[in-house]
Every structure is written in C-alpha cells, then in structure tokens.
C-alpha cells in the first residue's frame, strides 16, 4: 500500500494556485493507488515553530546524552521524520514568495533536515539517508520566469531541488505554473500542467 505525504504551504487556504494543482494531483494520484493513503502537512493552517538553540544543541547531542530538555527539543523533528520515512512519495506545494519558498515551508524543511537522521557526512562530502523516496513539487508565481531575464531571481526550484536531494529524496517533476497575476495565461498554463500531471500517471 503505498503512502503520499502532502506537504502545502500557500497562506492562501482558498484561491490558492499551488493547492489547486495538489488537490488535482492528489486525486490523479488515488485514482493511481486506490487502497493507496494520503498524510496532509498543511503547514499554513498548522505552522511548524522556527528551530531554536535548544533544538539545535539537541540535534547535535549523542543519543546517549540526551537529556529530558534536549529530548523534547528535538521531538518535533522526530516526529516529522519518522512521517517523512514512512511514506513512499512526497507532493510539496509551494507559491513564491520574494524569489523563494514561503517561511513555514523553510521551518519544516529545517526540523527535517538533521544529520545522523536524513543525511550524513564522510570525508569528502555530504550524503543522503532518505533514497527510497521521490519527490512530485508543483510551484506559482506571479510572474513568468523561466526563458527571461527573471529565471536568475527564482530561488525557489532550485533550492527545493537541491535540499531534497540533500536527503537523498530524488525529485521525479516538477510542475511550474507561472503568470498568476495574468488570468488568461494563467488558465492556459493551468490545463496544460492537468495535462501533464494526468500524463505521469497513464505510464
């Protein structure tokens, strides 16, 4: 039985772009895996906290010398990890916001991103530890970006991709949907990304 982790993070609960495409993906996906489940991170409606010292001391503390303090520190992150390990695939949708990722999203990904836990290091590089895993991103934006001179300002692919991929997490497609501030584009390239989502899934 397979597992989705749906992560959303638009502040836009309705209306949203990004949540729009999830939800279309979401229903292509059971159609795909109908005894399949689905875990839902809404991370606008339920905002991961930001990463404090404590956290951060007890990321770095051997199991062995944890205290109650350092435990509950890190047990969010726990939790959040174990989540992300028990599922097969990840769906993240994500607007951009001022050329990157929304902050709640950056929050998650900071709990998730833990040495010892999603990734590790030897002596000449970092490695990841989550490789059974693939990743589906559906992005919007306002603008268009990719083929213009704005292409160098998104860093919001680019950075989900490398820190996906910093875990060992593959990221199988991404699908973009640009020119949300213009309604007809936006209605264009909306069907065009139904389509190509329906396509991954009659392969």
Same mark, same amino acid.
């Given at each position: /039985? ?6 959303d ?21 059971h ?15 339920h ?92 992005t ?9 001179? /704005? ?15 910093? /875990? ?36």
């Open positions: /039985m397979k597992k989705l982790l749906r992560i993070c638009s502040s836009r609960i309705t209306g949203s772009h990004s949540r729009e495409l999830a939800n279309y993906f979401e229903k292509k996906w159609l795909n895996n109908p005894n399949g489940i689905v875990i839902r991170r809404d991370l606008a409606k905002q991961v906290p930001h990463i404090q010292n404590n956290t951060i001391e007890g990321f770095y503390t051997p199991v062995a010398h944890m205290t109650p303090e350092s435990k509950k520190a890190t047990s969010l992150s726990d939790k959040l990890i174990t989540e992300l390990k028990s599922v097969d695939e990840i769906l993240i949708s994500s607007p951009l916001y001022n050329l990157n990722i929304p902050s709640n999203l950056k929050a998650y990904l900071d709990q998730i991103v833990r040495i010892g836990h999603t990734f590790s290091l030897n002596e000449s590089n970092y490695y990841g530890l989550i490789e059974d895993k693939t990743a589906y991103i559906i919007s934006k306002g603008g268009v970006y990719k083929g213009s001179p /704005m292409e160098q300002y998104d860093f919001q692919e680019p950075y989900l991709q490398a820190i996906l991929g910093h /875990m060992g997490i593959k990221t199988e497609k991404i699908f973009s949907l640009e020119g949300t501030s213009d309604s007809k584009i936006t209605a264009q390239n909306k069907i065009a990304l139904q389509n190509s989502i329906t396509k991954i899934f009659k392969n």
